[in-house]
C-alpha cells in the first residue's frame, strides 16, 4: 500500500479548476519531485493534500485511510508536515521558538528534536534567540524545514525551497535531504528548478495546467519528454 | 500643595489599575485574534452579578464567589467564541463587531430583566474601607492599591502565559499568520476560544475589584468599554504592558480632572486620550503592526 496517493484528484479556488483528475503515488521512502511551469498545480497540489485547499475525502489517502478535505490542523497530526512557499516564518518568534512550535501539537516517535536539527543545520543553534525573520534568507528556509521536521512527520511536502536562494545556499539546504531521507521522512519536492529537483529524487511527476503530463523515474526519462510535457506544444 | 497633587497622581495611578483590568481582556483578544469585542464591559457587568449572585443567593464567601464566577466566565468565554464568534472572524472585521455589539445590547437587557435597574454592590468587609498612611499625610487606600498590585499581577501572568509557554507561542503564532498555525497542528478555533476563556477570567477579576469599589448596575458595561478601549490605544496595540500604562495615564487624567471639578472628571480622561493621538497615533508601546 502506498504511504500516499491521490486519486482522480480535482481542485478548485471558488470557481476556478486548478487541478483536474491528479493520480500519483507515493511510497514509504520515495523523493518524489513535482515538476511544472509557473501555475501548472503544483503548489496547489501540495496545499490540497495537507489540507488547505478542499478536496473530496477519497480523493486523497494516507496508509490508504481517506484524508481529503479534513481540517489541515488534522491533517498535520497524521504526519504530513509543509515547508509552505515563502517560508511562512512567525515573525513574532524567535528561531527556537519556531523549531519548536512544529512539535507543539505532534512529537512523533522519532530523531528529530531540537538537538538533532541544530546539528543538521548548526547556524541555526548560533541564532536560536533571534527573530527568525532576522536571518537570512537560507537560513531562514532551514528554519522552516526544522519546523516541519519537528513532529517527525511521515511525509515531508517542501513547497519551493529554492525560491529565491542563491545557488550555494540552494546546495546546503538540499544537502539536507539525506539526513532526511534516512530516518524515514518521505518527501514531496515541487520545484521550477528542475535539475536540482530531479538530482535527489526517486520519482518524478510532471504537471501542466493542473494535470499530469508525465511521471515515471528521472533516469528513465529523456530531456526531450520532460522539456515536452513540461512546456507542452 | 505639594501633598495634594502627590496625593492626585497617586489616587491617579491607583485607578490606572482598574483601567488596566477593564483593558487586559479587551487587549488579549486583540492581540490574538483581531477582534474587537464590544461586549466586554457588559461580559465584565455580567461577571460583577455572576459573583453578586453566589455571595448573595448561596451565601459563598466573597473569595469564593469570585474564583467560582471565574470558572463559570471561563467556561461562558469559550462557549461564546467557540460556537458564535468563530463564525464570524474572516478578513471581514465588520461581522465580529456587529454580533458584539448585538451581544452588548443582549446581555444589558438581560441584566435588566433579571435584577432591575438598581444600583448594586459587593461587600468585602472592613477591607472596602481600610487605608495604609504614608506619612505626611498621605494616604492609600487598601481596596484602590490592591487593584494596582494585581493589574500588575494579572500582565505578569498574561506574559508569562504569552512568552514562557507552549499555548502562549500558539497564540503569537496565530496572532502572526491563521493559516500557517493550521499548518502546525494548531486548531485556531480551540486555541481562540481558550483565549477568550482566559480573557474572561481577567473580566472576572475587574469585576470583582470593579464591584468592591463602586456601585455597579446593568447600564454601565458600556462605558467601561470606552476607558478600556482607551487605555489600550494610549499603550499601544499588542502590548499587554502598555495597556497598563494606558490605563494609568487614563487614570491620573480623570483624577486630574476630578480635583479640578467633578463634572471634568471624564472629560479630562477623553481629552488625555486625544492628546495622546495627536501626539502618538500609534500609542506608546505598540507592538502590533497592522
Known sequence: MPLLETRDLSAFYGDFQALFGVSMALDAGDTVAVIGANGAGKSTLLKTICGLVPAAPDAILLDGRPIGGKRAADIMQLGIAMTPEGRKLFPSLSVEENLLIGGDRRKGSGYWCLSTIYRLFPVLAERRT???????????????????????????????????????????????LPAIREQGTSVVIVE???????????????LQEGRVTLQGAPAELSREAIHEAYFGH | MMISALDILVQGVLLGGLYGLFAAGLSLIFGVMRLVNLAHGDLIVLAAFAILVLVNWLGLPLPLAFVVAALAMFAVGY????????????????????????????????????????????????????SIALGGGLAVGLVPLATLLTAVAVIVA?????????????????????????????????????????????????????????????????????????AVIIGGLGSLWGTLAGGIVLGVAQTVGASISPEWQLLAGHLAFLAVLLVKPRGFFPRAVD
Open chain 1, 130 to 176: 533571534a527573530p527568525a525573520t532576522a536571518l537570512s534568507g537560507g537560513q531562514q528556509q532551514m528554519v522552516a524545514i526544522g519546523r516541519a521536521l519537528m513532529s517527525n512527520p511521515k511525509l515531508l511536502l517542501c513547497d519551493e525551497i529554492s525560491l529565491g536562494l542563491a545557488p550555494v545556499v540552494i546546495k546546503d539546504i538540499y544537502a539536507a
Open chain 1, 192 to 206: 521550477q528548478d528542475i535539475v536540482q529537483a530531479l538530482a535527489v529524487a526517486n520519482k518524478v511527476y510532471c
Open chain 2, 158 to 230: 498574561l506574559n508569562q502565559i504569552f512568552y514562557r509557554t507552549a499555548m502562549g507561542r500558539a497564540f503569537r503564532a496565530v496572532s502572526d499568520d491563521p493559516v500557517t498555525a493550521q499548518l502546525m497542528g494548531i486548531d485556531n478555533r480551540k486555541l481562540f476560544a481558550l483565549a477568550m476563556g482566559i480573557a474572561m477570567v481577567v473580566a472576572t477579576i475587574a469585576a470583582l475589584f470593579l464591584g468592591v469599589r463602586a456601585n455597579f448596575d446593568p447600564s454601565i458595561g458600556p462605558a467601561r468599554l470606552i476607558f478600556a478601549f482607551e
Open chain 2, 79 to 130: 462557549a461564546l467564541q467557540y460556537l458564535v464568534l468563530n463564525r464570524t472572524i474572516g478578513r471581514d472585521i465588520l461581522p465580529p463587531l456587529l454580533l458584539t455589539f448585538g451581544l452588548s445590547i443582549f446581555i444589558q437587557n438581560g441584566l435588566l430583566e433579571a435584577f432591575t435597574a438598581d444600583s448594586r454592590r459587593l461587600t468585602a468587609g472592613d477591607f472596602e474601607t481600610a
